[in-house]
Structure formats: structure tokens, C-alpha cells
């Protein structure tokens, strides 16, 4: 506790200190006024060697007050400098608080997004038979805030390559959605690919597992964080088509 006000306690007797140095050095009125005042004390109690230092702070205090008194102008606006001072270093204290403050409250209680995975959901192919697949991928909550105006985008591609090195995944695009996302809880992102685009085929599937084709599911939340500026995640997962659609997150 006293460490916080160290710094003013400080400040003050750094502010004495100089006054007095002020006093003694430039200050003609103040210096015969002590001698004066000394000559006197030295008089009535001459033999009160013990009393030298009272002597001196007495002197030294009623001089002061004669010299406040006499430039009573000048200390005013002094002091008003002073206050002004104080008052100014008060405000920043008390707003970096508050910034400080703010701050804590929203590393707490901002919403946070992210993946967790994703669905895969299956629907008959074109030929009757076979089964196709669509994939959603779970996007997760886990702030003490909703989302707010929360956007999302997500793609799934089929790729005889890998995609190459540094590949933009902040790309334009209009295909997005929108959501809202209640505190600790998860939602479905939009369906990959998109209808009328044909689903993940068993062939599709097939060059997967044998290393043949790379079938890629990726896309972004874009959110909006009820007490700061907006927040962008991404997700990029490389399906390899083994059971369960085994995931490898790039």
C-alpha cells in the first residue's frame, strides 16, 4: 500500500526541499528575516545549546510564512501550477485504470471462436445408389459473451495436388453466412461443397486413400466481439477418406 504512494510522497518533499534551497539562495527577504529572527534567539537563549535545531526550524518556518505572505501572487499561481499538476497526473492514473480495467473485462468476457471439427453428412448420389458427402464444420463459443454480426465462409475443394506453400485462405468471396453463437455453446458452419456443386464421391473418397487426390475443407469466422473490434479465425483441415474421415488440420 505505501509502495503505491511512495512516488507522491516523493514528488513532495523533493518540492519542499527545493523551496527551502529557493529560499535560502535567492531570496533576500527570507535571509535577513533569519538572521534577524536567529540574532534574537541566539540572545534570550544563549545558553540553551541543546535548543539550536528548534531554533532553526522555528526561524526557518516563520520566515517562510513572512515571504508566502509578502508574495502571496506568486505562490497562488504557484500552487495552482502545482494542483493543476497533480490533478492532470490523477486523470492518467485514473483512465490507464480504467484501460487496465476494460481490458481484463474483455480477455474475460469477449466471445472466442474456433473449430472443433467438423459433421460430415452423407445423401444419395446421382446414380441411386452410392452415397455422397457434405461437410459443416463446428464452430465453438467458448467466451462469456455472444457473437455479434458473426460471418462465415467455408469451401471444400478436390485437388490432384496438394494445395502449394503459403496458399491465401483470406481470399474474396461472397459466399458467406451469417450466426450468432451463445456463450459456451457450438453450431454447424455452412455445408461444403455447395449445392448444386455434386458431394464427395466414393471415387473422390477412393484417390483420397490412396493418395491419388486431396480432398481439402477450409473456411473462416469472421466475429464481431460485443466489447472490442472484430476477430477473424480460420480453419483448414486435409481429409484423408480412411474411417471415419480421419483429419489432418494444416
Known amino acids: ?36 529572527n536567529s540574532a534574537k534567539e541566539s540572545t534570550n537563549k544563549a545558553h540553551q545549546y541543546t535548543h539550536a535545531l528548534i531554533i532553526t526550524i522555528r526561524s ?6 513572512r515571504l508566502i505572505d509578502t508574495h502571496n501572487g506568486f505562490f497562488a499561481a504557484f500552487a495552482s501550477l502545482v494542483i493543476a499538476a497533480f ?61 455479434k454480426d458473426m460471418l462465415m465462409h467455408t469451401e471444400c475443394v478436390i485437388r490432384d495436388t496438394p494445395l502449394p506453400p503459403g496458399f491465401n485462405f483470406n481470399y474474396p468471396t461472397t459466399e458467406t453466412g451469417t450466426a450468432l453463437i451463445p456463450p459456451r455453446l457450438r453450431i454447424l458452419g455452412g455445408q461444403a461443397p455447395r449445392a448444386p456443386t455434386r458431394g464427395i464421391t466414393p471415387q473422390d473418397i477412393l484417390g483420397a486413400q490412396i493418395g491419388r487426390k486431396f480432398i481439402y475443407l477450409w473456411g473462416w469466422a469472421k466475429v464481431f466481439r460485443c466489447f472490442s473490434r472484430h476477430s477473424k479465425t480460420h480453419h483448414a483441415i486435409l481429409l484423408d477418406g480412411h474411417a471415419g474421415w480421419r483429419s489432418h488440420y494444416l
Open 87 to 147: 490533478t492532470f497526473t490523477l486523470w492518467r492514473f485514473s483512465a490507464r485504470q480504467a484501460d487496465l480495467t476494460r481490458e481484463a473485462m474483455i480477455a474475460g468476457e469477449r466471445a472466442f471462436v474456433f473449430a472443433t471439427g467438423f459433421n460430415a453428412l452423407w445423401e444419395i448420389g446421382p446414380d441411386g445408389r452410392a452415397y455422397c458427402w457434405r461437410f459443416r464444420p463446428i464452430w465453438q463459443n467458448s467466451g462469456d459473451t455472444p457473437t
Open 1 to 36: 500500500m505505501l509502495r503505491k504512494y511512495l512516488p507522491l510522497l516523493s514528488a513532495i518533499i523533493f518540492l519542499l526541499a527545493a523551496f527551502v534551497v529557493a529560499e535560502f539562495n535567492f531570496a533576500q527577504s527570507f535571509n535577513t528575516c533569519i538572521n534577524e
Open 60 to 65: 526557518t518556518s516563520l520566515c517562510s510564512a
